[in-house]
């Protein structure tokens, strides 16, 4: 479990209205791993779209506790299930600090916030224990203002997000499965399997306007190679990827004599 830096914090609407806290991220593997464990400790099924995918059904599961941080005692919020860690959550987190009112540290399987401010902590703790809290990792570009665009695990409180949020929302997770079944129709993921190509990543985007004269399917990939002393990573076409199963085209990397590395 690592401590974040980046984007750590409560969120609030444009009126200050509390909508949730931001966990913050890092730079960490721990942070890129994904959060199913949590997901499952907490009863958050991930169906429908928008905000109700992300609904924590199990609030039984999170306790609330105390950290003396800069002197002062600060409200906690973590899981009441330790998995691997021997150490106490809140032995994750620093005894002094200059950020603020949230400092918080977590991983694809545990958890824990601290939050100062002690009207933010109680509202927060009373939507986990009304059933009106949701956990997510998930991103949303409705809007510059948007705190949800910002990277972290958040715990919000569902009934205080705004109603554009959750329609863009929404929209987000529709358009996500468009993208998936449009992968799904390319067939490259299998083929790629078949040909023992491996890698860390094989995302789909939308193809952008100056690359459709390229391809002719709708996404091109995001690669993110396992052996990159002899792969390129970067966005590349399906023709492109096909092209790297006969070790052939722009992803095999090619030394400066003109024989492949």
């Not at 995302?203 to 690359?211: D, F, G, M, Y």
């Not at 990573?233 to 004599?257: C, H, M």
């Amino acid at each position: 479990m690592k401590p974040t830096y980046k984007d750590c914090g409560l969120i609030r609407d444009e009126q200050e209205n509390l909508i949730g806290v931001n966990l913050g991220w890092d730079f960490t593997a721990e942070h890129e791993w994904g959060i199913a464990t949590i997901k499952r400790m907490l009863g958050i099924e991930g169906k429908g779209y928008g905000a109700n995918r992300h609904l924590i059904s199990k609030p039984e599961a999170i306790e609330f506790g105390s950290k003396m941080i800069n002197k002062k005692k600060w409200g906690t919020i973590s899981p009441r299930k330790k998995h691997e860690y021997s150490r106490d959550a809140n032995e994750f987190l620093p005894k002094e600090t200059s950020r603020g009112v949230v400092e918080a540290a977590w991983s694809g399987e545990n958890f824990v916030v601290a939050i100062a401010d002690k009207d933010a902590y109680a509202a927060i703790m009373k939507a986990i224990q009304e059933g009106d809290a949701i956990l997510t990792i998930d991103l949303l570009f409705a809007s510059e203002s948007n705190p949800f665009s910002r990277s972290g695990l958040k715990i919000l409180i569902r009934s205080a997000i705004p109603k554009d949020w959750d329609e863009a929302w929404i929209e987000a997770h529709k358009n996500q499965e468009r993208i998936q079944k449009a992968k799904d129709d390319t067939g490259i993921a299998d083929r790629l399997a078949k040909a023992d190509k491996r890698y860390f990543a094989l995302s789909p985007r939308w193809t952008p306007e100056n690359k459709k004269a390229e391809t002719k399917h709708p996404v091109i990939f995001w690669l993110n190679p396992s052996e990159q002393d002899t792969v390129n990573f970067g966005y590349f076409t399906v023709e492109e990827l096909d092209q790297w199963i006969r070790n052939e085209g722009p992803i095999p990397k090619v030394a400066k004599s003109g024989n492949k590395a």
